[in-house]
């Protein structure tokens, strides 16, 4: 135990959250981005898989932990799929929170529970392909049907960035017109319901669960809206730590981070990193650590 160090935040209100966690792990909650966070970024999202060592790493943590959460902006049900969650030993408590907390998957049900679509998602997805159609960007731009919301990947383009600049003001028109937000993100465009974002979904798990401190960890700049949720978490008196999945492509967010790891294997090292740290405090693997915080939540 121990051979992976812990890293330590560059901020000071970064270190008094990885503190708190440290302190009490029973009572804290941390949450994870799916995409770019627990998975690599790839060019067909629907290839997108957990990077192997995420599992392992988030089941030797979460027993000792009052709970975890992944928030994504994916079906829930597509999470789990993706990452392999689904009857994982360790992960009996895990929580998925799909399509920014409209959708909710519990691994102690395996149940998802989620309100209706809204209509105006459906308008913007029918009338998309003429959009794309009229915009010129040529072969490779895709459309991504999320239930909830729907997203235009430029990945696959000839010429990634170019589609994308090309494409926001004709997906931002056609959202205004059916009362939606665009949400833009790594070279795609996602069209959803005002209202709902990973920062209102992390707020009110964190307060369902009554947490003492939160670790959130994200990629893109869907997830800025957790950092502002953290943040305003911190100012109310609630530790935090936001950790960034390092990426070129999106700058803002690292410059908010308290700790920046390098992408998907950064982020499991450093969760097997605090595993490591909590079984050396809490004894060995097979004494006492599972009796911290194996409940559902953190009551």
Excluded: N
């Amino acid at each position: 135990m121990g051979s992976h160090p812990l890293p330590v935040p560059v901020t000071p209100a970064g270190r008094d959250g990885l503190a708190a966690l440290l302190a009490a792990p029973q009572r804290a909650v941390v949450a994870l981005d799916f995409d770019g966070t627990l998975a690599e970024i790839v060019p067909d999202p629907e290839q997108a898989r957990a990077h192997p060592g995420a599992v392992p790493a988030l089941a030797r943590l979460a027993p000792r932990l009052g709970s975890v959460a992944v928030i994504t902006g994916r079906p829930a049900e597509v999470a789990v799929r993706y990452g392999g969650f689904a009857g994982a030993p360790g992960l009996e408590h895990l929580v998925v929170l799909g399509h920014y907390g409209a959708e909710r998957w519990d691994a102690a049900t395996a149940a998802v529970t989620a309100p209706e679509p809204p209509p105006g998602v459906a308008a913007a997805r029918a009338e998309l392909p003429g959009i794309l159609a009229g915009s010129g960007v040529g072969q490779g731009v895709w459309i991504e049907d999320k239930g909830r919301a729907v997203a235009v990947h430029t990945r696959r383009a000839p010429h990634p960035q170019a589609a994308f600049d090309a494409l926001c003001e004709p997906v931002s028109a056609l959202a205004e017109r059916h009362a939606l937000i665009v949400e833009p993100g790594r070279l795609v465009l996602e069209l959803r319901p005002p209202g709902v974002d990973k920062g209102a979904a992390l707020a009110s798990y964190v307060r369902e669960s009554g947490a003492g401190c939160v670790l959130y960890a994200g990629d893109d700049l869907g997830d800025l809206a957790a950092f502002a949720a953290v943040e305003q978490l911190r100012s109310e008196g609630l530790p935090g730590l936001l950790v960034c999945s390092g990426s070129s492509e999106v700058a803002e967010l690292a410059e908010r981070a308290d700790l920046v790891v390098d992408g998907p294997a950064g982020v499991v090292e450093l969760l097997t990193a605090l595993a490591d740290r909590l079984a050396d405090r809490l004894g060995s693997e097979s004494g006492s650590g599972s009796g911290s915080g194996s409940g559902p939540g953190l009551g």
